[in-house]
């Protein structure tokens, strides 16, 4: 089954439980897959690393807006998003923990031959694409700068 035909389903769901913050979610991502696969290009389908891709960024949203509501003092509007983001992450894979992402990164700065800050770049390009969707893009650019900076390989 497909994220849009899971999705549906869900919606669907939701809607006979009369539950509005799952609906809005459902129907918000539905809603940026159907742009994905009418944009030009797409031919009326989109891969399921595209799919990750939109969720990714959904939650990314999600997250963003509620620090922001945060920083504002409007809880109100902070719960809604943390709710949304609750539901969207549900459709992502599993994320790693902190000390399992540490633990990977170390392995690919070896595996690349980083030794220093000035290797960045170089991490960054494998890490984000082998921990695409398993880790937030933020916390694999910190924790990789924070270990060349502060560990000698």
């Not at 690393?49 to 620090?67: C, G, I, M, S």
């Amino acid at each position: 089954m497909s994220l849009k035909e899971r999705i549906d389903a869900d919606i669907k769901k939701a809607m006979l439980a009369k539950d509005k913050v799952r609906l809005t979610a459902l129907r918000s991502i539905k809603s940026q897959i159907m742009l994905a696969e009418t944009a030009e290009g797409a031919h009326g389908t989109i891969s399921a690393d595209a799919e990750l891709k939109l969720l990714n960024k959904a939650a990314k949203q999600r997250r963003e807006a509620a620090e922001t509501y945060q920083q504002q003092f409007r809880s109100d509007l902070e719960e809604v998003e943390l709710a949304e983001l609750a539901i969207i992450e549900e459709y992502l894979p599993a994320q790693l923990s902190e000390a399992d992402l540490v633990e990977r990164l170390v392995e690919i700065i070896r595996r690349v031959g980083a030794t220093g800050p000035s290797d960045l770049g170089k991490v960054m390009g494998v890490a984000a694409r082998e921990l695409s969707g398993q880790a937030d893009g933020k916390a694999i650019s910190q924790t990789v700068s924070h270990l060349l900076n502060n560990t000698n390989f």
